[in-house]
């Protein structure tokens, strides 16, 4: 019997869309994400992207994705707190959990990406420059449901100020997106859940896997509770077992140009090499590798601009061709037969 490697697997991915069709952009990931439950996937993310043709609000296409799914767990990979007031997010996370009846994971960030941009579309201005730690620290407390002062009067009688919809319990399903000593340290010690991507510190010059199990060790042994801790991985991963030869040419093309950057740390961070090739090739580095402990959640992240047959067609491999081997079984409620030729594209 293959010894369990990893728990729970799913996938994320940005949503992309032609300038001229965000609908069909849209649509198609919305289809997806029903897929990937069909096949028993345990969750499915989306990033959420700014000035690119991508989804710009997660939390609106996750509103989506509540009523086209029933059982998997549907999670924002990331939110970055830079531009966010917290108590309105913590409305907006509340409101999506209850519509997906508690299947929603808190994923954020402390980033602030195209900040030279977007600074001025940003924060209310007395926040300033405020540390986005403090920010993740508000959104923590608003998501707690702590009261805001006295009762208050509304037509519906006296209530506590606070966020609603409170959601009791929704703070134990924030996972914070790291990859720094100091993030992936702060998660821990609030009590948070750790979402790890494939670039990641290294202040000894480590390679990637070695940085990152540094950090993964380091979470484990700092993680303060309540609750339990939890690490993700994201893999980028290309199984060329069902794929067409266009599809091999064209992530041959994608593995290339992106492995320069995997030789040499680049301003104190390292890359992750792709996982791409056969079944067989993948589930050897996989087995290799020291973040695969039998803890930890997979996300498969998937490439950028890739047709929806393209991302059928690596999900479905991966779901009957590599994650069986490691110890990986599909969720009981998944609605599709587990014959790869039924979940073909």
Do not use: C
């Not at 994400?33 to 710009?56: D, K, T």
């Not at 007395?126 to 009067?153: K, N, T």
């Not at 993680?223 to 599809?247: H, K, Y």
């Amino acid at each position: 019997m293959t010894e369990q490697k990893i728990i729970d697997a799913g996938f994320t991915l940005a949503g992309n869309y032609p300038e001229a069709d965000p609908v069909a952009g849209l649509e198609e990931t919305l289809q997806l994400f029903e897929f990937a439950e069909e096949i028993g996937l345990q969750v499915a993310g989306i990033r959420q992207r700014h000035l690119e043709r991508g989804v710009s609000s997660a939390l609106t296409f996750l509103a989506a994705a509540t009523q086209r799914t029933q059982a998997i767990r549907l999670e924002t990979a990331v939110v970055p707190l830079g531009y966010e007031t917290p108590f309105r997010l913590a409305e907006d996370f509340g409101t999506v959990d209850a519509l997906s009846k508690g299947r929603l994971n808190v994923g954020v960030s402390s980033s602030a990406p195209h900040g030279a941009l977007l600074r001025h579309l940003g924060r209310l201005e007395e926040d300033g420059d405020i540390d986005a730690y403090v920010l993740i620290s508000r959104f923590l407390e608003a998501l707690e449901g702590r009261a805001l002062g006295e009762d208050i009067y509304t037509p519906y009688g006296p209530q506590t100020p606070r966020v609603q919809p409170h959601i009791p319990g929704l703070r134990q399903r924030v996972w914070l997106g790291g990859g720094s000593a100091r993030s992936v340290r702060w998660a821990a010690e609030q009590g948070l859940k750790v979402l790890l991507g494939n670039i990641t510190s290294a202040d000894n010059g480590d390679a990637f896997e070695t940085a990152q199990r540094v950090h993964i060790d380091d979470y484990y042994a700092h993680f303060a509770g309540p609750g339990e801790p939890a690490v993700g991985v994201e893999r980028v991963i290309l199984p060329i077992d069902s794929a067409t030869a266009d599809q091999r040419e064209r992530y041959t093309a994608f593995a290339d140009s992106r492995h320069e950057r995997t030789t040499q740390p680049v301003n104190g961070h390292v890359f992750q090499r792709d996982l791409f090739g056969t079944a067989d090739e993948i589930v050897d580095r996989l087995l290799a590798d020291p973040a695969i402990d039998g803890r930890t959640e997979l996300r498969v992240a998937l490439p950028y601009a890739l047709a929806l047959e393209d991302y059928r067609q690596v999900l479905s491999d991966i779901r009957h061709a590599v994650l069986p081997r490691l110890g990986w079984a599909p969720t009981a409620s998944a609605l599709a037969s587990s014959s790869p030729a039924s979940t073909a594209a």
